[in-house]
């Protein structure tokens, strides 16, 4: 399975507003290898276990393959993750043809926004809503699985 998606941050919080739903997300990761990355999730009442591939050059696409699992068994693996849960709230906000999942970060990396909308291929055209802000797709510190290790308030701000 192929996840092909772009990520933006996020200039202001009118996506609220149009938002249809907000999930609690806490995750951690069992691996972080540079060439593949192991995923526990717990979205509101619901158990993830993800598998990522590394991203393609453009940081577009990659291999992606998610199974849910109960969330009693989602909690004992979070206590088995590497340092640096991540703690958020996402949004789904509909625009037009395509879904766009925000993530407000808590805890470590509170203050970061981020956008995300899935395509079905990478020169999809998607209409921006005017919340987005810069691009970040395939800039590695954005990832989840590095902002676990060097969260959001560990980075020099300007």
Same mark, same amino acid.
């Given at each position: 399975?192929?996840?092909?998606?772009?990520?933006?941050?996020?200039?202001?919080?009118?996506?609220?507003?149009?938002? #249809?739903?907000?999930?609690?997300?806490?995750?951690?990761?069992?691996?972080?290898?540079?060439?593949?990355?192991?995923?526990?999730?717990?979205?509101?009442?619901?158990?993830?276990?993800?598998?990522?591939?590394?991203?393609?050059?453009?940081?577009?696409?990659?291999?992606?393959?998610?199974?849910?699992?109960? #969330?009693?068994?989602?909690?004992?693996?979070?206590?088995?993750?590497?340092?640096?849960?991540?703690?958020?709230?996402?949004?789904?906000?509909?625009?037009?043809?395509?879904?766009?999942?925000?993530?407000?970060?808590?805890?470590?990396?509170?203050?970061?926004?981020?956008?995300?909308?899935?395509?079905?291929?990478?020169?999809?055209?998607?209409?921006?809503?005017?919340?987005?802000?810069?691009?970040? #797709?395939?800039?590695?510190?954005?990832?989840?699985?590095?902002?676990?290790?060097?969260?959001?308030? #560990?980075?020099?701000?300007?």
């Amino acid at each position: 399975m192929q996840e092909i998606e772009r990520k933006f941050l996020v200039n202001n919080l009118q996506f609220k507003e149009e938002a #249809t739903n907000s999930f609690e997300i806490a995750q951690g990761y069992l691996n972080t290898h540079a060439e593949r990355s192991v995923r526990v999730r717990i979205k509101g009442n619901q158990g993830f276990l993800t598998v990522k591939g590394k991203s393609n050059e453009s940081g577009t696409s990659r291999f992606e393959w998610e199974k849910e699992i109960s #969330t009693a068994d989602a909690t004992q693996l979070l206590q088995l993750c590497e340092k640096g849960i991540i703690q958020k709230i996402r949004y789904n906000i509909p625009v037009e043809n395509h879904t766009f999942e925000v993530d407000e970060f808590f805890g470590e990396n509170e203050g970061l926004i981020v956008a995300e909308v899935e395509l079905q291929h990478e020169d999809e055209a998607f209409s921006k809503p005017n919340w987005l802000g810069e691009e970040v #797709t395939g800039h590695l510190k954005y990832y989840n699985s590095q902002l676990s290790k060097n969260s959001y308030k #560990t980075w020099h701000h300007e």
